[in-house]
Nanobody
Framework: VQLQASGGGLAQAGGSLRLSCASS????????MGWFRQAPGKEREFVAT????????VYADSVKGRFTVSRDNAKNTVYLQMNALKPEDTAVYLC???????????WGQGTQVTVSS
């Protein structure tokens, strides 16, 4: 399985970006998808996750109310809509894929998001 993340870039504080992650996996429509991020000098942290059906997404407290995760199973793609961006959102954003009861087995290469104040 290969995951290709895109959509990162430079945004001003308060602005928006939409990330996409396309999966080559044949079981995408049954897999759980997640977004994580890693800032320089910091550990990777969880951002959001979404089940195969798109129901009951889960968010980190730091992004709740600002970020929205969604998916299009027909396109094998998961999205992360990021609004009201803050400088502390600056990081490399990575998407990941796993089976319902498994661990995060597949990771994309990441896309850089930089938010200026």
């Amino acid at each position: 399985v290969q995951l290709q993340a895109s959509g990162g870039g430079l945004a001003q504080a308060g602005g928006s970006l939409r990330l996409s992650c396309a999966s080559s996996g044949r079981t995408f429509s049954r897999d759980t998808m997640g977004w994580f991020r890693q800032a320089p000098g910091k550990e990777r942290e969880f951002v959001a996750t979404i089940t195969w059906s798109g129901g009951s997404p889960v968010y980190a407290d730091s992004v709740k109310g600002r970020f929205t995760v969604s998916r299009d199973n027909a396109k094998n793609t998961v999205y992360l809509q990021m609004n009201a961006l803050k400088p502390e959102d600056t990081a490399v954003y990575l998407c990941a894929e796993k089976k319902v009861y498994g661990s995060w087995a597949y990771w994309g290469q990441g896309t850089q998001v930089t938010v200026s104040s």
